[in-house]
């Protein structure tokens, strides 16, 4: 069976550092903290106040109008958002695909979240009947991609991905599938995640999870770094349009990257701590590197899941200088964590679009925060400053509670 390259074409973006694809770019570069104080709810009594939270978002009326706006919770909206965005940036509505040819995987690691929290409150203040008929719609994973497929009429393969932390960085892995067996000719994929709660902070602080530097937000998420005290949480959508390579050569579209490999496996180890010694993590990389054929001297930039936890960032490390040897030491990594905070589910999504800019532009964005790393993690952060370096291939890390873990190399076009 012949095995079809997979292109990169269009892109969509949004988090704590902007709303489009070019602002959250241009921020990244700059060295910005997307995270600060919530203001869409009242805090008080809440552990921690704040995150990598969506400022001044108001989605398109012609994307979904008002009333169902009110519906459908944050992360349908942001996916519409951004796959809108992407659309447009890869002229996908004008090329000559069947519908059926044309499929959605997204990933979300935990859904409607704040319908949820607040359906349950009616729920409990008004009685079972007052508790919205749109609630099931509103909250269930993949109804984004329900809405993408109806908003544009797309008919070909749909579905959610649910992988924790690393939901959206196998639903890319998965459609890049899609399109090498043939079996689509184009794919929308990424994920999105809008959960910045009550409930869900008050769970992951319950775990010890999240930083609590409640007095200077812009500081909390600082990877690799030896007063780093747990990650941040942080919201958005990352959506990119996949093709079929040649077909997409045919129609003139301009090509990003090059999906080119992608791992997976899990650590078998803990519900929420990474394997110590990045086991698990090791496997993942090293099952892209072979799928892509790719030698690990090409790889010149990792962005790291890198959350900012103690123990996450040191296994990590770990697990690429087992992988990467000596290499480890030239090429340059860095967490934009730092910047977005953590998306959860969305996250691969979004920084997978960090490397192919990176590949595209020839910049790579930094690790901001880092003041006194830790001797633990001993590679090469892009520390607090954006650095230009031209690179061939780029890496995206993403790992989740349960221990799933997936990596995905992205390749500039020749």
């Given at each position: 069976m012949k095995l079809h390259r997979v292109a990169v074409t269009g892109m969509g973006a949004m988090c704590g550092l902007g709303n489009s694809l070019d602002e959250v770019w241009a921020n990244a570069l700059l060295g910005k903290s997307g995270v600060s104080t919530i203001e869409r709810q009242n805090t008080e009594g809440w552990p921690v106040t704040f995150g990598g939270e969506i400022k001044n978002f108001k989605l398109s009326p012609e994307?979904?109008?008002l009333k169902d706006q009110d519906r459908f919770d944050l992360f349908n909206q942001y996916a519409l958002h951004c796959t809108d965005e992407a659309l447009r940036h890869s002229k996908l509505l004008e090329a000559n695909y069947a519908p059926e040819k044309i499929g959605i995987i997204f990933g979300t690691g935990l859904g409607g979240f704040p319908h949820i929290e607040s359906n349950h409150k009616i729920f409990l203040e008004k009685g079972a009947r007052r508790v919205s008929p749109f609630f099931i719609p509103s909250v269930i994973p993949n109804m984004p991609e329900g809405l993408v497929s109806i908003k544009w009429g797309f008919k070909g393969i749909n579905f959610a991905i649910a992988s924790a932390c690393?939901?959206?960085?196998?639903?890319?892995?998965i459609a890049a599938t899609?399109?090498?067996?043939?079996?689509?000719?184009?794919?929308l994929t990424g994920g999105t995640e809008g959960v910045i709660t009550g409930y869900t902070i008050a769970g992951f602080a319950s775990m010890k999870a999240l930083s609590k530097r409640n007095d200077e937000p812009h500081r909390a998420s600082r990877p690799?770094?030896?007063d780093r005290d747990g990650f941040v949480m942080g919201e958005g959508a990352g959506i990119l349009v996949l093709e079929n390579y040649e077909k997409a050569q045919a129609r003139g579209a301009k090509i990003l990257a090059e999906v080119v490999g992608f791992g997976a496996s899990s650590d078998a180890n803990h519900i929420t701590a990474p394997h110590p010694e990045g086991l698990g993590a090791l496997v993942c990389m090293q099952q892209t590197l072979d799928m892509a054929g790719v030698k690990k001297e090409e790889v010149g930039y990792i962005n790291a899941h890198g959350t900012s936890t103690p123990l996450g960032d040191a296994a990590e490390t770990g697990a690429i200088k087992k992988v990467f040897g000596e290499h480890a030491y030239k090429l340059a990594?860095?967490?934009t964590k730092s910047m977005t905070g953590h998306l959860?589910?969305?996250a691969g999504g979004l920084e997978s679009i960090f490397c192919i800019k990176a590949l595209e532009t020839g910049m790579l964005p930094p690790t901001i925060n880092l003041e006194n790393q830790d001797p633990a993690c001993d590679l090469y952060y892009v520390p607090n400053k954006s650095e230009k370096r031209d690179i061939k291939y780029a890496l995206n890390n993403s790992f989740g509670f349960g221990g799933t873990n997936s990596s995905t190399l992205f390749k500039k076009p020749e």
């Open positions: 994307l979904m109008d690393a939901s959206s960085a196998h639903a890319i892995g899609e399109i090498m067996l043939g079996r689509q000719d184009a794919m690799y770094d030896v990594v860095s967490s959860l589910g969305a």
